[in-house]
């Protein structure tokens, strides 16, 4: 409804007249409510960041923890002197037709002055008569970590552009190595997904 068909709205319903100030005041509210609704469409159009905390598991070379028992959240930790140790980190909450643009990687690497190194690549599971077919996804993969410096972990993968399609499902493929007195600590991803 227009601010025209509104305020014409108004008047009738004031029977006849209605004092200027009263007049101001509605239709400033009327104005502001129209903005605060504009701004959350606004808002819907950007892009969306989906964040994974839990749900990861250890994968097929030992050596993550997850669920480890310590009074804190954390999506994983990898311990000392631990070789190509892989984390599988399962995404749901995404909706066919969404559009993955990126991801980041945040969480941090106790190094002790010791090498430390950290990749990650995104992977497609779709359905198939054999079995379930297992793929990278192009361009999903981030630039290796590689510190020998305690560090802030915000690994990007950007540039995607990855249309979730029914049939399939993702995960990211997170391997690590750590020497001694070193760790890895990881927080959380979060998934760009493009405006819709």
Known sequence: MALVDIDLELRGEQAGELDVTQHDSNLTKIETAVALLNTQVNALDAAKLLQITAGAKVGATAGWSVNDGSNRAGLAKLPAS?????LVVPISGLVVGQVLTGYTIWGQIESAGNAVTLDCALRSL???DA?????????GAITQ?????????AATCSGLNLTISVAQTYYLLITGTTAASTDIDLLSIELVLAAT
């Open 131 to 139: 079995d379930l077919t297992d793929a990278a996804v192009t361009d």
């Open 126 to 128: 779709t359905a198939a």
């Open 82 to 86: 631990q070789t190509g140790s892989t």
């Open 145 to 153: 970590v590689a510190v020998t410096a305690d560090d802030t972990i």
